[in-house]
């Protein structure tokens, strides 16, 4: 059974191809376009052709940008010698509302992950290596606490550890506002192993 | 904290002002385009913007359509003395996918509540008055079975009483594969009340 209108169902097909944005929901966010005024779904769709036109990827650390070097990259404040390796674009900007970090960033592109065929080549480690030479003296490595991310973190430890740069892992433990008895006990024996002195 | 990008913000700001769809889910939405084809993005950008250049309401039933009168209204063959009368477009569909209903739609655009300050006026029933007077011999209420629909039902049952015209109401009763335990009270005397001879 299809809508009447060939357009209605076009935009509920297309809609539907999201990742979590199932046909129920694509068929709600029809109905609320047909309510709005025509400017704001121009607005939209002129938004989404724009992520293709103008945003490219750091030319130095691959994160999402509009201009080439990225800002991060670009400003001389920040502390060159201190490079921390992060999974997606995503992060880096998760990173940043810390505010706590001054270096530059190394956004990988993805972790390594043989079950759906992504190696060391589908990754910017090459990119990593290269950058190293140029008088980096401590490498964060931010991948996310699970199995891709700690092997793909092993992984590029193994292979900075001959260049002589101190490497550094963020701090797995519970996080702030968690609970012990609640808390699953891999990331209670990393707490544990981890804790520091106080 | 903004994104790097303005783009990638523009972005993840315009797709989070739909409705169910939140900044994470923005952001996420975003990322998976920046993945996909740039051919990928410009239909679904299409799609939108054909929304407001071809749909329109039938000017017969007020159903969503790319031509007008709409298919079912244009249909020879739907009995035209036969009026459901329902809330939404969407409503039509799924009315339709039943396969059970032969007669003509018309789409109120809403429901009356007073709370919104949506007034008859604000609906389509000065339109349906005019439609019964054209040789409609039975009008069914197929309005949601909740408290704006039932008012709304109750409301128009009342313009319509002294048209002569018989009224119906679309059964509230136990849903098919549901569970007498775990139906609500107001539901269950419903279905007792509105039993039926077998």
Redesign the interface.
């Known amino acids: 059974?299809q809508?009447?209108?060939?357009?209605?169902e076009?935009?509920i097909?297309?809609?539907s191809?999201?990742?979590?944005i199932g046909r129920k929901?694509a068929?709600?966010?029809?109905?609320?376009?047909?309510k709005i005024p025509?400017r704001?779904?121009?607005?939209?769709?002129?938004?989404?052709?724009?992520?293709?036109?103008?945003?490219r990827t750091c030319s130095q650390c691959f994160?999402?940008?509009?201009s080439d070097p990225?800002?991060?990259c670009a400003n001389a404040g920040r502390e060159r010698s201190l490079l921390c390796v992060v999974e997606?674009?995503?992060d880096?900007?998760a990173l940043?509302?810390t505010g706590e970090f001054r270096g530059l960033y190394h956004v990988l592109g993805g972790v390594l992950s043989p079950l759906d065929g992504i190696g060391p080549d589908d990754l910017r480690i090459r990119d990593l290596m290269l950058r190293l030479q140029g008088g980096v003296s401590e490498v964060i490595l931010a991948t996310n606490p699970n199995t891709e991310g700690e092997a793909t973190a092993i992984y590029l430890s193994n292979l900075i550890k001959p260049l002589g740069i101190k490497i550094t892992r963020i701090a797995r433990g519970l996080p702030v506002g968690g609970d012990l008895e609640f808390t699953d006990e891999v990331t209670l024996s990393r707490a544990l192993s981890g804790r520091v002195a106080w």
């Open positions: 059974m809508y009447l209108s060939g357009t209605v076009t935009a097909t297309e809609l191809k999201l990742p979590g929901t068929q709600r966010l029809v109905f609320y376009m047909m025509r704001e779904v121009d607005d939209l769709a002129a938004a989404l052709v724009a992520l293709k036109d103008k945003v994160n999402l940008t509009d990225c800002l991060i997606e674009a995503n880096v900007l940043e509302k």
